[in-house]
């Protein structure tokens, strides 16, 4: 477990059921984290939890069905973490989803109704809930996973790419919160962003084993990465994108 700066803290993960949520529940507890784990499916979580679990030894990762769509559940969340376990270190952000078009005039504004609950009303939700929390501790982090086309938006992914770029607009004011309330002494909370152009992992090279997938980032690295914000004083890296792929 060692005693480096995840040693004892306690994150929550948001959407912690797919592939990068796993990789990020191993490594979160590999560093000496409490981690847990929330996502509106679940069997597909309990199963990420006992992945989480069986490769790390009987690591403390547990997990709870939240949904992150309800405020007020949302909220109800993050007090209980706070109750069950004295503190909240962070809150990594991995809800994710996609809907695009062929073309600009093709899009589908259902797109856009379906992009805005997952990308967009979830952060809001959960920035809200945890940012007290967050304040409160002495190494707090809220990190979101966003995406290169919110910088650069192609024709066929206007839904997408706003929808990400309403979420990272979000996600800085919420780093305002803790520049201002860190005060001149800088902030010890902080938000950033990691953009990625695209995720992989094992089961997208097994089932597409000749793909190159150029500038994706695999899901084990993304998990070092946001393990690595940790590591680095809140002041530098509040209010940044960090870019895990070449920028557009």
């Known amino acids: 477990m060692g005693n480096g700066a995840l040693s004892g803290a306690v994150i ?5 059921g797919g592939p990068a949520g796993r990789a990020t529940l191993v490594r979160l507890a590999e560093a000496g984290a409490t981690v847990v784990g929330s996502d509106n ?24 069905t939240v ?10 969340w993050a007090t209980r973490i706070e109750k069950d376990f004295g503190r909240v270190d962070g809150l990594v952000h991995l809800v ?28 809001q939700h959960t920035s809200l809930a945890f940012h007290e929390a967050l304040q409160r501790s002495d190494r707090g ?26 979420a990272e607009a979000w996600t800085l004011a919420m780093a305002d919160f803790f520049r201002k309330a860190g005060g001149t002494e800088g902030p010890t909370s902080a938000a950033a962003i990691l ?14 084993p000749n793909a190159k997938f150029a500038g994706f980032t695999d899901v084990k690295e993304l998990a070092e990465a946001i393990a690595g914000l940790w590591e680095r004083p809140a ?14």
């Open 96 to 123: 994710g989803g996609w809907r695009g078009s062929e073309t600009f005039t093709r899009t589908s504004l259902d797109d856009w109704d379906f992009l805005e609950l997952l990308l967009i009303r979830t952060v």
């Open 141 to 166: 982090r809220y990190i979101l996973i966003s995406a290169a086309g919110a910088s650069k938006p192609t024709a066929g992914n206007a839904a997408y790419a706003a929808a990400k770029a309403a």
């Open 235 to 248: 002041q530098e890296v509040n209010g940044q994108r960090l870019w895990l792929t070449e920028k557009p």
């Open 41 to 64: 499916d679940p069997e597909r979580l309990a199963e990420a939890v006992d992945a989480a679990r069986y490769g790390h030894g009987g690591a403390s990762v547990v997990g709870d």
């Open 195 to 208: 953009v990625v152009k695209a995720l992989v992992h094992d089961a997208m090279r097994a089932e597409k």
């Open 67 to 76: 949904d992150l769509l309800d405020l007020g559940a949302t909220h109800d």
């Open 12 to 16: 929550a993960v948001a959407g912690a």
